[in-house]
């Protein structure tokens, strides 16, 4: 539920002790493709100098990364959308994304942390 904006491919971990109103109704079967093949299926040119990837995909930031090593040196910036704690079971950890990042020669610029009121 939450609209869809909750949906993930890993199941809800931690994310219930925040958002316990935000349950998983129902299952789907989906086919998916890396960024790299989706790219090239569209002919997506970017320029580094000005192209922008933005990811917010609940938890598999890092799988949507590690299938655009080929067109990752294109994009000028990259917006990650990464929990600091174990929001689905199997998502990627903060580190990770760093790490990520930095081999491919990025450098975090901006860091926002999310609190709770």
Same mark, same amino acid.
């Given at each position: $539920? $939450?609209?869809? @904006? &909750?949906? #993930?491919?890993?199941? *809800? +971990? !931690?994310?219930l002790l925040?958002?316990?109103?935000?349950?998983?109704?129902?299952?789907?079967?989906? #086919?998916?493709?890396?960024? /790299?093949?989706?790219?090239? +299926?569209?002919?997506?040119?970017?320029?580094?100098? $000005?192209?922008? *990837?933005? *990811?917010?995909?609940? =938890?598999?930031?890092?799988?949507?990364?590690?299938?655009s090593t %080929? &067109?990752?040196?294109?994009? =000028?910036?990259?917006?990650? !959308?990464? %929990? /600091?704690? +174990? %929001?689905?079971?199997?998502?990627?950890s903060l580190?990770?994304?760093? $790490?990520? @990042?930095?081999?491919?020669?990025?450098?975090?610029?901006?860091?926002? &942390?999310? +609190?709770? *009121?």
């Amino acid at each position: $539920n $939450n609209n869809g @904006m &909750s949906s #993930s491919i890993f199941p *809800l +971990k !931690e994310h219930l002790l925040l958002w316990p109103n935000v349950l998983a109704k129902e299952e789907i079967l989906l #086919s998916t493709d890396t960024l /790299d093949n989706i790219l090239d +299926k569209h002919s997506f040119q970017a320029s580094t100098s $000005n192209t922008i *990837l933005t *990811l917010d995909t609940q =938890g598999s930031e890092l799988l949507v990364l590690k299938g655009s090593t %080929a &067109s990752i040196k294109y994009f =000028g910036f990259i917006i990650v !959308e990464a %929990a /600091d704690f +174990k %929001a689905y079971d199997g998502s990627c950890s903060l580190e990770q994304i760093d $790490n990520f @990042m930095a081999y491919h020669q990025f450098k975090k610029i901006y860091q926002k &942390s999310f +609190k709770l *009121l």
